[in-house]
């Protein structure tokens, strides 16, 4: 069922509801106010009931009064001592309704020759334990109400189906713009037109900002699908290199006549490259469970100065072919509550680039610190820093400065995603920035991570 439907249904059912209610109060109010009116008159023709008793001639009336009522006078015994032309000698009380009306008057209605009528009795003046009665016919009143509830029926029926097909016309006229969009939506969707957008109604309503929020989505879709396919190209870039060098080699060394000595060298080479597709399909690898949300931390309570420790012994060979020296700057006893291998592969990967780019003789600064609850990290060198342009991409996936894109001079560009993408599970971020006496200066903020 369409909404519009729903809606003229629902607006319908409600309408009824509202008329039947409504209809019933005027029906019961209009009731009521017919009773008063019959009970009035009833009340003032039990004070005639007395010019219904015999006059000096038995069975005549002393002073007879016309009227279309029905009256008697019934005496103690229960007997009609007098009556109105109509009214026969039958009481029109029940026993137990005389009873009652001998101490206070009564209203009772019943059914008199296949009639609803009005019936009523009370103490007889100046008679004690006599009773007045006094009838009239509901003739009347039943037919007003008959023609009422027959006129509320079928205004209802027309004012039901009036305020549904009303509220189906609202509903589809204030829907319109919202099939239009998707319309537009489904015709974007069948083409590839990366700048196509919806159009924006000018009534400055839901409707139109619906349509903005729509296309502010697309915009961030596009850009979504613009990084991804630039991530496949650079991924498909950084992977062939390696792979064509690494066929190259198995191809060399399956030629006849080949040394032990060119087959040793031809099967070094192949590892090398070897290792360098594990370590582009392991970065791949996090960073893709990093966008799904599922790099899972183990953290523990960490002394930092001990974990920086095993990174600087562990790029020991290397500081020292390039003639760097490296300086843990971290208060004895800093510790944190993190993940210690991760938080370690991000300064590996940050002492690695900051060992790139140092001069001999320089110094490599891997500083921790509590910043209130939270925990920063910083790695320094004394190197170029980096270029002004690349600083906004510095964090991209396969971004590197120029001097970083010979294969002997720096890796696949994943090392800083990866800084990121750790530093995003652990609820923060990592920045860059350039030292103002020269260097680049890599700072990681880790939220609530200080012990």
Known sequence: ??????????????????????????????????????DSQLTAQ?????????GPAPGTAANPVPGENLVQVIDAAGQVRGASHEAGATPL?????????????????????????RVTGAPLAGHPGWIAVTAVSLETYDATQSQVTRGLVIGGVLFVAITGVGA??????????????????AVISDRDDDDAVLEVPRTKDEIAALAGTMND???????????????????????????????GELELAAKPGRSAAELAIAVHSSAEEADRLIRI?????????????????????????????RSVSAAG?????????CRIDVPAGTRGSVDPDRIRQAVDNLLGNALRFAPAGSVIVIAARDDGPDLRIEV??????????????????????????????????????????????HGGRATARNAPGGGAVVSLWLPGAAS
């Open 1 to 38: 069922m369409s909404i519009r439907l729903r809606l003229a249904v629902g607006f319908a059912a409600a309408s009824g509801l509202l008329f039947a209610v409504a209809g019933w109060l005027f029906a019961a109010t209009l009731s009521a106010a017919q009773f008063r009116a019959i």
């Open 46 to 54: 039990l004070a005639l009931a007395a010019s219904y008793l015999p």
């Open 93 to 117: 009380l029940s026993a137990g309704d005389l009873a009652r009306a001998r101490q206070a008057q009564v209203w009772v209605t019943r059914t008199i020759d296949e009639e609803n009528a």
């Open 168 to 185: 189906y016309w609202l509903a589809r006229r204030a829907l319109f713009p919202v099939e239009r969009l998707r319309r537009q939506a």
């Open 217 to 247: 989505l697309l915009s961030r879709l596009r850009r979504a699908l613009e990084r991804e396919r630039a991530f496949v190209a650079d991924a498909s870039h950084e992977l062939r290199s390696p792979l064509a060098i690494l066929r």
């Open 281 to 309: 399909t392991d970065s791949l690898l996090l960073l893709a469970r990093g966008d799904a949300g599922r790099l899972g931390l183990r953290r523990s309570e960490t002394d930092l100065r001990d974990l920086f420790g």
């Open 317 to 325: 060979a290397g500081l020292a072919a390039a003639g760097v020296s």
């Open 380 to 425: 320094r060198d004394d190197g170029p820093g980096f270029p002004e342009e690349f600083l906004p991409h510095a964090f991209e996936r396969f971004r590197r400065p120029d001097a970083g894109r010979s294969r002997d001079g720096g890796g696949a560009g994943l090392g800083l995603a990866i800084v990121q993408a750790i530093c995003a599970a």
